[in-house]
């Protein structure tokens, strides 16, 4: 009974008839724009090291056969 009352509340609710300015749409853009870099950069810093290393060990290996050649 309880899930029926509230499902009918929320789905009587009324708009707000608020008003969002232009400050509230910058600072919602930059909040995503923030969002998506931080996420961009945690997965950039977490395969960022294993490819270096990587690449490093290969650059080695081809100058320690550039070596002994």
């Known amino acids: 009974m309880k ?3 509230m499902i009918f509340i929320a789905a009587s ?4 008839q608020a008003y969002i300015g232009p400050g ?3 600072g919602m853009i930059a ?3 923030g969002i998506l870099g931080a996420i961009f950069l945690a997965v ?3 395969l960022y090291y294993p490819i ?3 690449i490093k060990k290969n650059k ?3 100058e320690q ?3 002994n050649s």
């Not at 609710?13 to 707000?16: F, R, V």
């Open 60 to 62: 080695a290996k081809k």
């Open 65 to 67: 056969l550039d070596n």
């Open 52 to 54: 270096k290393r990587m």
């Open 31 to 33: 909040t995503i724009l």
């Open 44 to 46: 950039f810093g977490v």
């Open 24 to 26: 509230m749409g910058a």
């Open 3 to 5: 899930v029926v009352f």
């Open 13 to 16: 609710a009324l708009p707000a």
